[in-house]
């Protein structure tokens, strides 16, 4: 695996900023809980070239790895199933493989750990007077076969998708209303269950569809329901990620309350940004100390 590529066209990356000043200026006023469109700079790397990919792909533990068939309904209720070709092979024929691919934990590799690092120090300045340190940060690339549809679901970390190739539609629904995530759905998720939704298509009518084309970005708040269809050329994302003491308290405050119902209580979901949810948190954590009440 070749090592971060400092130089592009004769300069580092970090040289000029990736994401233009107008905007961090939007990203500023919508985070964090606002989805908002953004625009970058970074179509042209040559690690997130489709033959770069495919051998990052070979590379990564298979624990990083996910690729299944492109033609899905928006709402499904397993993983689904693959189709039949090696991960490496799925990215280099993705105009005809009919599949969708991920590649998680991108920083795992120092070239693109690099790439990533730089990407968030770009926008750390929003980032942290807002839900404090930047943490856990990780890097995901989406290769989407034409027409590929990514099922609904939800993520628990604050997410930037940056398009590279292609176009894509993404539909976002507001984070924390019930409508769209159901508590108990939530509170499965953080205790080990799926992030995919039930779809129902009158949803539709709640969600804003933003277009992206490449050199379009968008910012999707943490655990904002959101679906995906591909445009009619293959599609390769950028996705960086990170978490804060908010999206963590948030998760294993809802983790408790999994352990409440579990016990025959009814408990207050979590509230949203600005709110804390710290008393929760903290007793979940007491309680992951403790054997059988998991």
Request: hydrophobic residues 35%; proline residues 8%.
């Amino acid at each position: 695996m070749s090592h971060y590529v400092g130089n592009l066209h004769g300069r580092s990356i970090g040289a000029k900023q990736v994401f233009l000043t107008r905007s961090r200026a939007y990203f500023g006023a919508s985070y964090p809980e606002g989805a908002t469109k953004l625009t970058h700079d970074l179509v042209n790397n040559p690690l997130l070239e489709r033959e770069a990919l495919a051998a990052l792909a070979q590379d990564l533990p298979a624990s990083s790895v996910e690729y299944n068939r492109g033609d899905l309904p928006l709402g499904v209720t397993a993983k689904p199933e693959a189709t039949g070709l090696s991960i490496g092979d799925t990215i280099r024929n993705i105009d005809t493989a009919n599949s969708w691919a991920v590649l998680k934990n991108i920083e795992q590799d120092p070239s693109y750990a690099g790439m990533l690092h730089e990407l968030l120090d770009e926008i750390r300045e929003v980032i942290e007077p807002t839900t404090g340190e930047l943490l856990t940060p990780q890097g995901f690339i989406f290769i989407s076969s034409p027409e590929a549809v990514t099922p609904y679901h939800f993520d628990p970390e604050h997410n930037i998708l940056l398009q590279l190739r292609g176009t894509k539609s993404m539909t976002v629904f507001p984070a924390g209303d019930t409508r769209f995530a159901p508590d108990s759905v939530h509170e499965a998720y953080h205790t080990g269950g799926a992030r995919e939704l039930h779809w129902d298509d009158s949803f539709n009518d709640f969600g804003m569809t933003f277009k992206l084309e490449p050199g379009d970005a968008l910012y999707v708040p943490v655990m904002a329901p959101h679906y995906v269809r591909n445009g009619p050329r293959p599609s390769i994302s950028l996705s960086i990620t990170w978490r804060s003491r908010w999206s963590y308290d948030e998760a294993d405050a809802r983790a408790f309350n999994h352990l409440l119902r579990k016990c025959g209580m009814k408990p207050n979901p979590p509230r949203r940004w600005p709110r804390q949810n710290r008393l929760k948190a903290l007793a979940c954590r007491v309680a992951r100390r403790i054997p059988g009440l998991r």
